[in-house]
């Protein structure tokens, strides 16, 4: 049966071309989305952005024909745009002059005619709406990544039969001879490219190798007595992430870390940039740029006060943070001159090794021989990961880092946002290394370790 689904502005904001997202069905407008289109048209940043885009591609449709009659899209469906059912009724205590509760007036009046209606919104509160309206509704699920226990960690444990553990360093180990257990059954395994592998032998559970399948076979780890920057990995997440990271920019040009906050995903970035960086027999980059997504911060910065520097700084003292552990290793002295320790990073950003940016600057470069890392990426849209990460220029490496289970994003949530967009879309490429760090890897405190098991 042909559907009739009516979009609301917030699918549009998100993803500009989503119109032809629903096959051979039918794609309504309410005249009110096109007027909040209108609104946010010349607002600054990513809304703006999509908001022109979406009113483009209305253009060209309108020189097809006439939108508010219908006109045919590539999916194959119809779009048109509904300015009736003005005086449709709603229950006492719906506003007539909200933009949400016309839309609802679109969706009821369709359905009263007979229509097999669906409201496509990433507004929690609309759905809510719907449901009390009797009004099927969803959210916009295109670009919508599996649940987040189902979503690919990079990482995997097997098992394997110690004959073929014995010459690992020199041949590594085939794929059709490692498995995993379920119940009594021995389940093979069909690892992706660049896929971390903790690998126990079937007879001792204290033999372990650690590995990457490079295509052909789980190969051993290269960067295992690696310290980059004076940083010692203290766990498994961290040798892989390790492994990911010192990776030159042809190998690995991009690095996703997901995890929990202390699990050092910033802190060990960090170390292997300056590494990369200022270290003459390892050098491979001009300089480290860093941008950490907020979301009030990237619409608003045009008002604020001062340079852009001193607009982002707030936003960016986590990575003083690190910084500060990692310029001055020694726990004792570390903050006894703190106008020294000062000194020692202002002379890292003043020298031009570590430069930071708004998102909003970043958007629509091309960037080369920098070791680019965006911190917080889960409250990036997909959208706007795929206009970073396809941006990149020759001889630039770009580790996206964030939690999924902690986003700011108002119309993003742990299948929607940008890292895990980017993390199932990238699985398996052989230019991406991807690693999800375990809670059991906190290193932060012992406080921060209890937690992440507790809360």
Known sequence: ???????????????????????????????????????????????????????????????????????????????????????????????????????????????DKGESVILVTKDIIVRLKSQMLGIPAEDFTTEQSPQ?????????????????????????????????????????????????????????????????????????????????????????????????????????????????AGTAKTFYSLAVGLEKTLEADSKMYRKILITRPNVQFDEDIGFLPGSEQEKIAPYLR?????????????????????????????????RGIITTEAMNFIRGRSITQTYLIIDEAQNLTPKQVKG??????????VILLGDPKQIDHPLLDERTNGLSYASEKMKGSPLCFQITMQPDECERSALAFDAAKRM
């Open 318 to 350: 986590p990575i003083i943070d690190n910084l500060e552990i990692l310029v001055d290793r020694s726990e004792k002295e570390r903050y006894k001159n703190e106008n020294e320790l000062k000194g020692k990073i202002d002379e890292l950003f003043g």
């Open 1 to 111: 049966m042909e559907k009739t689904y009516v979009i609301d502005t917030n699918v549009l904001i998100q993803s500009p071309y989503a119109l032809n997202s629903f096959e051979e069905n039918k794609v309504v407008l309410p005249i009110a989305v096109l007027e909040e289109l209108d609104k946010l048209k010349n607002d600054e940043g990513e809304r703006g952005a999509n908001a022109r885009q979406a009113i483009r591609y209305l253009e060209q449709l309108r020189q097809v024909g006439s939108l508010f009659e219908g006109v045919p899209i590539p999916s194959g469906g119809i779009i048109r745009i509904e300015a009736n059912f003005v005086s449709v009724e709603l229950p006492h205590g719906f506003h007539t002059e909200s933009n949400d509760n016309r839309i609802l007036k679109v969706c009821k009046g369709l359905m």
């Open 148 to 260: 987040i226990e189902a979503q690919y960690t990079g990482r995997m444990d097997v098992l394997a039969p110690d004959k073929y553990m014995t010459d690992f360093k020199k041949k590594g180990i085939s794929p059709k001879n490692i498995y995993v257990m379920e119940g009594e059954d021995k389940v093979p395994v069909s690892p992706e490219i660049n896929q971390f592998f903790i690998i126990h032998s079937e007879t001792s559970s204290k033999k372990t190798l650690l590995g990457r399948y490079d295509g052909n076979a789980i190969i051993p780890l290269k960067s295992l007595k690696a310290e980059p920057f004076g940083v010692k990995p203290k766990n498994v997440g961290q040798r892989f992430l390790q492994e990911a990271l010192m990776q030159d920019a042809d190998t690995a040009p991009l690095v996703i870390v997901k995890g929990a």
């Open 388 to 397: 970073i990460v396809t941006r990149v220029g020759k001889g630039t490496k």
